[in-house]
């Protein structure tokens, strides 16, 4: 397989390099977010808009596999240690809610759904593409809830086309503005949803079904 010889459309509508995009740590080596009341998603929104006004670019990203300490927030993440779900599996880009949205590759509207709740991904789209003889999936998550309104199942996409817009809290989940990108060979009987985080445990069979999203996204910056 070689991703290199395909182009693909930016999800953004622009590319992400050094000029416009600037690489964010919610790792536990981020000594901020100790001290940061995670719980609050205006607190946790603030931050994350310094980090990127301070740099002077316009689009913040990170997260593929990224031992994250910000999921304390929400029980959705699970309780009991050894299952606790903090390895991160897609791409995050963060900007202001309304930025749109593009369809990267040919495909067709797998399915949608509003995962709704606090910590969730709100409103998602996921798209079913057919790349190197074999299916691959793309999911889109908080978005604007009124992007699901007139999207039908088997509805069929092409790069450049708009598909949807980053959602502003509480919609999106309850997150500070921000695309979760994501991508997986099998979506294992989920429609509309699946694990965009998993635990220490999990990692070795989602990594191998949920490929490096900058492998489309092509971002220089990570």
């Not at 670019?57 to 990224?66: A, V």
């Not at 399915?111 to 889109?140: C, M, P, Q, V, W």
């Not at 086309?161 to 009987?189: K, R, S, T, V, Y």
């Amino acid at each position: 397989m070689n991703w290199n010889e395909i182009e693909f459309f930016p999800v953004m509508g622009e590319k992400l390099n050094h000029q416009n995009t600037i690489a964010l740590d919610f790792s536990p080596n981020n000594p901020d977010l100790m001290n940061l009341d995670l719980s609050s998603t205006t607190v946790f929104d603030e931050y994350v808009a310094q980090q990127i006004k301070k740099s002077g670019l316009k689009y913040g990203i990170g997260g593929y596999l990224e031992h994250r300490a910000i999921y304390r927030r929400s029980p959705v993440f699970g309780i009991e240690e050894a299952d606790f779900r903090n390895i991160h599996l897609g791409i995050d880009i963060w900007t202001e809610a309304g930025a749109p949205l593009y369809c990267h590759f040919d495909g067709i509207i797998h399915s949608f759904r509003d995962n709704a709740g606090f910590g969730n991904y709100g409103a998602t789209i996921i798209l079913e593409h057919e790349l190197f003889s074999r299916k691959l999936y793309s999911l889109y998550g908080h978005l604007f809830l009124s992007d699901l309104t007139n999207l039908k199942l088997g509805q069929v996409v092409k790069p450049g086309d708009l598909l949807a817009h980053i959602g502003p809290f509480p919609e999106n989940g309850d997150w500070p503005p921000h695309l979760h990108f994501q991508l997986m060979w099998d979506l294992m009987g989920n429609v509309g949803d699946f694990p965009g985080v998993c635990s220490t445990r999990e990692i070795g069979n989602y990594v191998a079904n949920c490929p490096d999203p900058n492998l489309i996204l092509r971002s220089e910056v990570i």
